[in-house]
C-alpha cells in the first residue's frame, strides 16, 4: 500500500509542473460541500482545526522524539498539510480569490521583507 508522500510523489510525476495551487484550488471545489450560508465560516473552523491536528503530532515529536514515532509519522503530518491546504482553498474560493494569487502575494511580501531586513519582528505592516 502507497503511502502518502509516495502517492504525491507519483502525482507529481503524473502532472509535472502543470499542477499549480489554481489547479488544486478547482479540485478541491469539487469536493466543498457545505451549507452555502456557511462560506467561509465553515471553511475557517475547519482550517484552525487541522492546523491544531498538525500542530498535535509535531507536539507528539517533540515530547517522544523521532525514534518513538510510528513509522509513518511523516506521512501523518503530511495528511493533515493536506487538509490545511484544502480548507485554505475553499476559504480563497469562497472569498472569490485565486490560491495562487495568495500563495503569490505571500512569497513577495515575504521578499520585500526578507530584502528590507524585516522578516523578524512585530506587525503585518513590516
Not at 59 to 67: A, I
Not at 84 to 96: F, G, M, P, R, S
Not at 98 to 116: C, E, I
Request: net charge neutral; hydrophobic share 40%; aromatic share 8%.
Amino acid at each position: 500500500m502507497k503511502n502518502l508522500v509516495d502517492e504525491a510523489e507519483e502525482f507529481m510525476k503524473e502532472k509535472g509542473s502543470s499542477f499549480t495551487f489554481d489547479a488544486y484550488q478547482a479540485e478541491a471545489k469539487e469536493t466543498a460541500i457545505y451549507p452555502h450560508n456557511m462560506k467561509i465560516l465553515y471553511p475557517a473552523l475547519g482550517l484552525t482545526g487541522e492546523a491544531g491536528e498538525v500542530a498535535n503530532k509535531v507536539k507528539k515529536l517533540v515530547r517522544d522524539g523521532v525514534d518513538k514515532m510510528p513509522s509513518d509519522w511523516r506521512e501523518q503530518i503530511a495528511g493533515e498539510l493536506g487538509d490545511v491546504l484544502w480548507y485554505c482553498a475553499a476559504i480563497a474560493t469562497d472569498l472569490n480569490m485565486s490560491l495562487g494569487q495568495v500563495a503569490m502575494s505571500n512569497k513577495n511580501k515575504l521578499s520585500s521583507r526578507k530584502q528590507r531586513g524585516m522578516i523578524g519582528g512585530f506587525g503585518d505592516k513590516r
